[in-house]
């Protein structure tokens, strides 16, 4: 059911490195699930960082054919806010483990750089791995991209949605060491490179051992 968080998933956070990503236009994220999401995960972890995803929120906005970047620009620096506030209100403060973050936590780091350009690369020269994105991408241009921007145009934005989203997954939690991953639902592309092909994840990420944990915050019955 919309909105309902299962069983005792504090459970998971006890004493972990949170990753928690929130989309910038997700309704799902209602008062009452952020105050239990505080309450459940954040508050018995051992740190957490709320990552508002302002750079994915300007390439939706790009992927429903929006051009007025400007007006694009002051869209999300308005919604920032309200997220922060939101986040204020329902007693954030309260927690010294959280942090909010955005995009710029990582754009410039090296690290996230060269994992985005890896993880680019190799998409390009694996047939497979092209084959899965691709499929992804154009179940999502069916679900998102046909009122927005031409098919071609939509399809290049999502496909480079996907690589930045997973990208941004596998540096916050093979990276930066926030390692348990709390989402609505399952993450698509980043889960199938888990299950697949993780001798890989290794090679982009430079680990010995994947260490990231992903936990849904939606029932799945």
């Given at each position: 059911m919309e909105g309902i968080i299962g069983p005792a998933p504090h459970e998971s956070a006890k004493g972990a490195n949170l990753f928690i990503p929130i989309s910038l236009g997700n309704h799902y994220y209602s008062s009452i699930v952020l105050r239990n999401l505080i309450d459940d995960f954040i508050s018995p972890s051992n740190r957490s960082i709320i990552f508002l995803c302002d750079r994915l929120r300007f390439l939706s906005y790009l992927i429903r054919g929006e051009t007025d970047l400007q007006r694009i620009t002051l869209n999300i620096k308005g919604q920032m806010a309200q997220w922060t506030q939101t986040l204020l209100n329902l007693g954030i403060r309260s927690c010294p483990n959280a942090s909010i973050a955005d995009w710029s936590f990582?754009?410039?780091?090296?690290?996230?750089?060269?994992?985005?350009?890896?993880?680019?690369?190799?998409?390009?020269?694996?047939?497979?791995?092209?084959?899965?994105?691709?499929?992804?991408?154009?179940?999502?241009?069916?679900?998102?991209?046909?009122?927005?921007?031409?098919?071609?145009?939509?399809?290049?934005?999502?496909?480079?949605f996907v690589t930045e989203e997973s990208a941004l997954s596998l540096y916050m939690t093979e990276i930066r060491g926030y390692n348990v991953e709390v989402y609505r639902r399952g993450m698509g592309f980043v889960d199938y490179l888990y299950?697949?092909?993780?001798?890989d994840l290794l090679t982009l990420t430079g680990n010995l051992v994947l260490n990231r944990k992903f936990v849904p915050l939606e029932r799945c019955d």
């Open positions: 990582c754009q410039d780091d090296s690290r996230y750089i060269r994992l985005l350009s890896n993880l680019q690369q190799f998409v390009k020269d694996d047939v497979t791995v092209r084959g899965e994105l691709n499929d992804h991408v154009n179940r999502l241009v069916d679900v998102h991209g046909r009122k927005g921007a031409s098919t071609t145009r939509c399809a290049e934005l999502q496909f480079e299950a697949r092909r993780s001798a």
